[in-house]
């Protein structure tokens, strides 16, 4: 494979960057803090700013890495989420496990389907991956959504295995492989 770290991606809408410490306000405001845009996820709803701004730190420590793929979704200059690869298996079976979340603001706007399909472009295309895969909780079918809509398949449920801020649950799974990409490779959102 091969390890860019964080590269600045373009959307026609977006942009997909590093963040930096100076994102730590419209990060805990727009939805680190939102206990309805966290209820799925399997870190806790930020308390407080110093929150915000520890992991940000660790993220900014972690981008001299090259495997640490970690994105702020800005849109109209805002950040306004953030999208990145979870697990890297980078042994034979190049699995890269992407994870996403935006404020509720801007929930149902397509943005959260643009910025995947513009990382899985970039796994598939720079990086060399040869699955990309996700999951979400069944109660929250939304997420799923944007999977299938950037052409991810289901894969099935795995009873019990996961834990988010619900506590132990169900979890979906979906995916799509390289050669599935590349023979059907959808139009640039």
Known sequence: MNY??????????LVLRRFTLNDAPEMFSNWASDPEVTKYLTWPTHRDISDTQAILKLWEAEYSGESFFQWAIVF?????GSISVVNLIDNYLRLAHIGYCIGKKWWHKGITTEALHRVMEFLFEEVGVNCVQSRHDPRNPNSGAVMKKCGMTYDGTLRQCDINNQGICDACYYSI??????????ESL
């Open 4 to 13: 860019t770290g964080t590269t600045e991606l373009h959307t026609n809408r």
């Open 177 to 186: 492989t390289a050669e599935e990409y590349f023979s059907g490779k959808p």
């Open 76 to 80: 109209n200059g805002e950040c306004i």
